[in-house]
């Protein structure tokens, strides 16, 4: 069985950092694209990054490109998100997702962790 | 970025209702749109993947169609446990992007 689970989330103040992690188990984790997605309370579902199998191809929203930086542990099968510079609109939900191939592009997800909550504010 | 527009906001409908849910795209995604059901407070669940394909467990009464532009999410017979809010996604363009999402209520 496939699980996700999410954790590193928490009340943080405006343009401090986070980092949060994704440990994963039940399957060949190095075979597939990771990708984080948010949902702030109440809203709906935003694409928020994306990486390779082999780190070799990643991707980023516009919102977060250049704060927040994804990468992954192949020998720990985990994944990772580290966010700074973070803003009030930064906050919500946290989903670690597992995409369906090597590649994040082209990916639909088909598993997901229960989420980290993110609080940014003063 | 593409823009996902589902059709409508939010619904009422009896179980045994038939319900359809329209997802538009504003260029061309081929067939990378997908669906997902999300209840409250629990994450987003994968119901169709790449337009029309059931994904493993879930019931037959789901089931999706289109290509290119115009999508659309059928329940055959609506049942208490579809209750939930569902949203479509298309990965044919990064950023991927998601609808907006369609809230089913009971009537």
């Known amino acids: 069985e496939v699980q996700l689970v999410e954790s590193g989330g928490g009340l943080v103040q405006p343009g401090r950092s986070l980092r949060l992690s994704c440990a994963a188990s039940g399957f060949t984790f190095d075979e597939y694209a990771m990708h984080w997605v948010r949902q702030a309370p109440g809203k709906g579902l935003e694409w928020v990054s994306g990486i390779s199998w082999n780190s070799g191809s990643i991707g980023y929203a516009d919102s977060v490109k250049g704060r927040f930086t994804i990468s992954r542990d192949n020998a720990k099968n985990s994944v990772s998100l580290q966010m700074n510079s973070l803003r009030a609109e930064d906050t919500a939900w946290y989903y670690c997702a597992k995409g369906n191939g090597y590649a994040h592009e082209y990916n639909w997800y088909d598993s997901w962790g229960q989420g980290t909550l993110v609080t940014v504010s003063s | 970025d593409i823009q996902m527009t589902q059709s409508p906001s939010s619904l009422s409908a009896s179980v045994g209702d038939r319900v359809t849910i329209t997802c538009r795209a504003s260029?061309?995604?081929?067939?990378?749109l997908h669906w997902y059901q999300q209840k409250p407070e629990k994450a987003p669940k994968l119901l169709i993947y790449?337009?029309?394909s059931l994904q493993s467990g879930v019931p037959s009464r789901f089931s999706g169609s289109g290509s290119e532009t115009d999508f659309t999410l059928t329940i055959s017979s609506l049942q208490p446990e579809d209750f939930a809010t569902y949203f479509c996604?298309?990965?044919?363009?990064?950023?991927?992007?998601f609808g907006q999402g369609t809230k089913v209520e009971i009537k």
């Open positions: 790449a337009a029309s």
């Open positions: 996604h298309q990965s044919y363009s990064t950023p991927q992007t």
């Open positions: 260029q061309s995604i081929r067939r990378y």
